[in-house]
C-alpha cells in the first residue's frame, strides 16, 4: 500500500507539471519493456558518470527533468518505430493472408474437379501416413525409454557385482571351461563330418541296388531286347540257310548240265559198234554215281530230320521252362505283395 500511495503521488505531481511518469511510461511501451529497461539503464549510467563530472553545476531537480526530457523523447521514438513493425506486420499478414485464401480457393477448385474416390483414398493415406508417424515416434521414445533402462539395469549390475578377484577367478574358470567345450564341439563337428561322408557312401551304394520295381523293369527290357536279338538271329539264319540251299541247287544244276554235255558230245561221236558200247558203260556209271549221290542226300536229309525233331523237341521244353519261370514269377511277385501288405499291417498294429 506504501509503494502505491507513493506511485500515485508521483503521477499526480508528473501530471501537475506536465509530464509522464514512470507507470504511464510502462503502460505505452510494455511491448518494448527490454529494450527501454537497458536504454534507461544506459542513461543512469551516463547520468551517474555526468553527475560525477560536473555535480556542480546541475541541480537535482533540473537533472531529474532532463532525464524525463530524454526518457520522453526515447519512448516517442520507440514507440513510432513500434508502430512502424507493426504496420509492417499487418501488411505482411494481410498479404499473407490473401495468399493463402487464394491457395485454398484453388484446393478447392481442384477438390472439385478431383474423382471423390481418389481423393478420399489419398486422404485415408494421409491419415494412415501421419498415424505412422506417431507410431513410430512412440515406438522410438519406448526403444529410448527402455535403452536407458537397460543401461541402469547395467549399471546396476556392475555396482552389484564388482570385479573382484573371485569375480576374475570364476571368469577365468568361465573362459577355461568355454574353451574346453568349444574344442570339444568341433571334435564331434569332426567326427559328425565323418559319419555323415560313411553314410552318403552307403546310401550311394544302397541306391546303385536295383529296387523290385527296376529289377522287373530290366528283366521285361532284357526279354524284349531277346525277343528282338532271337528274331535278328532267326531271320539271319533263314538267309544263310536259303543261301547255302540254292548254292548247292546252283552246284548241282551245273554238275548236271555238264553231265547232259558230256553224254551229248559222246553220243554224237558214238559210229561204232565199240563206242556204242563204251557209251553204254559211261551211262551206266553215270547213273550208278547218281544213285549213290541221291543215296547219300537222302541220309543227310534224315540226319537233318532227325536233328530237327530233336532240336523241336528241345525248343518245346524250354517253352514249357519258361512259362513255368512266368508262372513262378508271377506268383513271386504276389507273394511279395502279400508279405508288404502284411508288413504295412504289422507297423500300423505297432504304432498304435
Known amino acids: 500500500p506504501g509503494m502505491a500511495q507513493v506511485s500515485e503521488e508521483e503521477d499526480l505531481q508528473a501530471a501537475e507539471e506536465g509530464k509522464l511518469s514512470a507507470s504511464t511510461v510502462g503502460q505505452i511501451v510494455g511491448l518494448q519493456s527490454?529494450?527501454?529497461?537497458?536504454?534507461?539503464t544506459e542513461y543512469a549510467e551516463k547520468a551517474?558518470?555526468?553527475?560525477?563530472?560536473?555535480?556542480?553545476?546541475?541541480?537535482?531537480?533540473?537533472?531529474h527533468r532532463r532525464q524525463l526530457a530524454s526518457l520522453n523523447k526515447q519512448i516517442t521514438q520507440k514507440t513510432k518505430e513500434l508502430e512502424d513493425v507493426i504496420h509492417s506486420h499487418t501488411h505482411t499478414t494481410y498479404s499473407q493472408t490473401e495468399k493463402l485464401e487464394k491457395e485454398l480457393s484453388s484446393l478447392e477448385d481442384m477438390e472439385s474437379q478431383t474423382d471423390s474416390g481418389l481423393l478420399e483414398k489419398l486422404r485415408a493415406l494421409v491419415a494412415m501416413n501421419e498415424n505412422l508417424k506417431h507410431q513410430e515416434q512412440t515406438f522410438r521414445s519406448h526403444c529410448r525409454e527402455e535403452m536407458t533402462r537397460l543401461q541402469q539395469n547395467?549399471?546396476?549390475?556392475?555396482?552389484?557385482?564388482?570385479?573382484?578377484?573371485?569375480?576374475?577367478?570364476?571368469?577365468?574358470?568361465?573362459?577355461q571351461q568355454y574353451t574346453a567345450d568349444r574344442e570339444k564341439l568341433q571334435k564331434i563337428r569332426l567326427l559328425m563330418a565323418r559319419r555323415n561322408r560313411e553314410i552318403a557312401i552307403l546310401q550311394r551304394k544302397i541306391d546303385e541296388v536295383p529296387s523290385r520295381a527296376e529289377l522287373t523293369q530290366y528283366q521285361k527290357r532284357f526279354i524284349e531286347l531277346y525277343s528282338q536279338?532271337?528274331?535278328?538271329?532267326?531271320?539271319?539264319?533263314?538267309?544263310?540257310t536259303l543261301y547255302n540251299t540254292l548254292d548247292d541247287k546252283k552246284v548241282y544244276l551245273e554238275k548236271e548240265v555238264?553231265?547232259?554235255?558230256?553224254?551229248?558230245?559222246?553220243?554224237?561221236?558214238m559210229a561204232s559198234s565199240g563206242s556204242k558200247e563204251q557209251f553204254l558203260r559211261q551211262m551206266e556209271q553215270i547213273v550208278e554215281g547218281i544213285k549213290q549221290s541221291r543215296m547219300k542226300m537222302e541220309k543227310k536229309r534224315q540226319e537233318n530230320k532227325m536233328r530237327r525233331d530233336?532240336?523241336?523237341?528241345?525248343?518245346?521244353?524250354?517253352?514249357?521252362?519258361?512259362?513255368?519261370?512266368?508262372?513262378?514269377?508271377?506268383?513271386?511277385?504276389?507273394?511279395?505283395?502279400?508279405?508288404?501288405?502284411?508288413?504295412?499291417?504289422?507297423?500300423?498294429?505297432?504304432?498304435?
Request: aromatic share 8%; proline share 2%.
Open 34 to 40: 527490454e529494450e527501454i529497461k537497458q536504454i534507461a
Open 48 to 63: 551517474e558518470r555526468s553527475v560525477e563530472d560536473r555535480p556542480e553545476r546541475f541541480g537535482p531537480a533540473q537533472q
Open 154 to 175: 547395467i549399471e546396476e549390475l556392475k555396482l552389484e557385482y564388482g570385479e573382484g578377484d573371485e569375480k576374475k577367478e570364476m571368469n577365468i574358470l568361465i573362459d
Open 229 to 240: 536279338v532271337s528274331a535278328t538271329h532267326k531271320e539271319t539264319k533263314q538267309f544263310f
Open 258 to 269: 555238264n553231265l547232259l554235255n558230256s553224254i551229248h558230245d559222246h553220243f554224237q561221236a
Open 310 to 352: 530233336q532240336l523241336n523237341d528241345e525248343y518245346l521244353e524250354l517253352l514249357d521252362k519258361q512259362r513255368l519261370y512266368f508262372k513262378t514269377v508271377k506268383d513271386f511277385k504276389e507273394e511279395c505283395r502279400k508279405n508288404e501288405m502284411l508288413l504295412s499291417k504289422l507297423r500300423a498294429k505297432g504304432a498304435s
